[in-house]
């Protein structure tokens, strides 16, 4: 079946440092990547969908500027967290569409729980 | 409001018991629903998708209420295995997930 990595699994980071978040489909071209956000006991909650070769689109309320995404090719979705602050503590989870799926078709990565101190 | 709201739980029953979660969904244009099974720390996985006339995966049943809005997945037989949060999804050109519901079997 299809597998989506996330690199890392986790990561602590300090106030004001930029973390960046690796998703990459390993068999399969993922031409449509999506950057979720989990907080604890809340729902997954749609970031930004990028497509291979264009500017990612970001759902209201994301800021574009802190949350650098970066779909360079076919298997490799990149998050940036830019001076990260505590309240960006969160669980980050991508998840990739093969390029011949339905549009709500999606495989999800492992995730990265994020920790800003 | 939430567009998908799922009551959050815990339900805690017994190993065999039949258990059965409910979800709403705000938009009726909401196209497609699924059930995903989460576990602690983990990522979503897809259980099942869910249709207007039902539909049956082993123990699972899942079924679409589009007059309502209502979705409903009923768990036979439970496990221990099925402990996890259950979470609700409506697809509107994105998905769309609810808080999940949590689900503890126990011995």
């Known amino acids: 079946g299809a597998v989506v990595s996330q690199h890392p699994s986790w990561v602590i980071c300090k106030s004001g440092t930029s973390v960046k978040i690796e998703c990459r489909s390993l068999d399969f071209q993922a031409t449509t990547m999506f950057w979720y956000r989990q907080f604890p006991k809340q729902s997954l909650m749609l970031m930004a969908t990028?497509?291979?070769?264009?500017?990612?689109?970001?759902e209201q309320g994301v800021e574009k500027d802190k949350f650098l995404i970066n779909h360079a090719s076919l298997t490799l979705s990149t998050l940036t967290v830019t001076s990260a602050h505590p309240e960006d503590s969160s669980f980050y989870i991508c998840?990739?569409?093969?390029?011949?799926?339905?549009?709500?078709?999606?495989?999800f990565g492992p995730g990265t729980r994020l920790t800003v101190t | 409001r939430k567009e998908v709201e799922q009551d959050p739980g815990p339900f805690n029953v017994p190993e065999g018991a039949t258990v059965a979660f409910n979800c709403t969904y705000s938009?009726?244009?909401?196209?497609?629903f699924f059930w995903y099974r989460q576990d602690c720390r983990k990522e979503p996985k897809l259980l099942m998708s869910?249709?207007?006339s039902g539909n049956e995966d082993g123990r699972f049943t899942a079924q679409l209420n589009r007059a309502s809005q209502y979705i409903s997945l009923l768990i036979r037989d439970s496990k221990l295995s099925d402990s996890a949060t259950y979470l609700c999804?409506?697809?509107?050109?994105?998905?769309?997930f609810g808080s999940g519901t949590r689900l503890l079997v126990r011995p």
């Open positions: 990028s497509n291979e070769g264009s500017k990612a689109t970001y």
């Open positions: 998840s990739a569409r093969d390029r011949g799926q339905g549009m709500y078709e999606q495989y």
């Open positions: 869910v249709y207007s």
């Open positions: 938009n009726s244009a909401s196209q497609s």
């Open positions: 999804v409506a697809w509107s050109y994105k998905l769309i």
